[in-house]
């Protein structure tokens, strides 16, 4: 999903076209899926962000621009599933991090989550929590999504899906990891 324009952000490009270290956040989730065993790649983009529509090198899916849901819906009619649904703001992650989340797809959707301790300990910011049985957890931004509508809730400790970047100082933490590759 790569198709948002990033308001919270604050900064001038397009949030999918946003350096981190130098590369663009599209880039390095891209290069995620492409060492992971995904057989297929689709970047879903919209009218909302036009550059990154030009500077993509991946198949896509052109979406109406009606907002993240709305444009998520549009896109899984055109695709068979089940389909795992990548954000475009996760500077850090890595094919190994995808091929893990897949290992663990039971065959219902599922929703790839962190502890909300884990994304304060790393100093990125929390928009959205679900209550847990021991404490609160953060969607990740990566989902399975199968053909029923049973869904449940994997949890991963994994630095790698705890930084999206969806204020300055979210980027700010992803280069520092990124440069530090202590959370590696």
């Given at each position: 999903m790569c198709g948002g324009r990033g308001t919270r952000l604050e900064l001038e490009p397009e949030k999918?076209?946003?350096?981190?270290?130098?590369?663009?956040?599209v880039d390095r989730v891209a290069n995620a899926l492409e060492t992971s065993s995904v057989d297929q790649t689709y970047a879903v983009t919209s009218p909302n962000a036009p550059r990154t529509r030009e500077h993509i090198a991946l198949p896509t899916i052109d979406t109406p621009?009606?907002?993240?849901?709305?444009?998520?819906?549009?896109?899984?009619?055109?695709?068979?599933?089940?389909v795992l649904?990548?954000?475009?703001?996760?500077?850090?992650?890595?094919?190994?991090?995808?091929?893990?989340?897949?290992?663990?797809?039971?065959?219902?959707?599922?929703?790839?989550?962190?502890?909300?301790?884990?994304?304060?300990?790393?100093?990125?910011?929390?928009?959205?929590?679900?209550a847990a049985d021991a404490s609160d957890l953060v969607p990740s931004g990566l989902n399975v999504i199968a053909a029923s509508d049973r869904d449940r809730r994997v949890v991963f400790e994994k630095p790698r899906l705890a930084v999206n970047v969806n204020h300055a100082r979210d980027a700010q933490v992803a280069a520092a990891l990124l440069r530090s590759e202590v959370f590696l």
């Open positions: 999918p076209l946003v350096e981190i270290v130098g590369r663009p956040l621009g009606d907002g993240y849901v709305a444009d998520l819906q549009y896109a899984l009619n055109r695709v068979e599933r089940p649904t990548v954000a475009a703001d996760l500077p850090l992650l890595s094919g190994e991090t995808v091929d893990s989340i897949l290992d663990s797809h039971e065959g219902n959707s599922m929703t790839a989550c962190v502890p909300a301790a884990l994304k304060r300990r790393l100093g990125a910011s929390i928009d959205t929590t679900i």
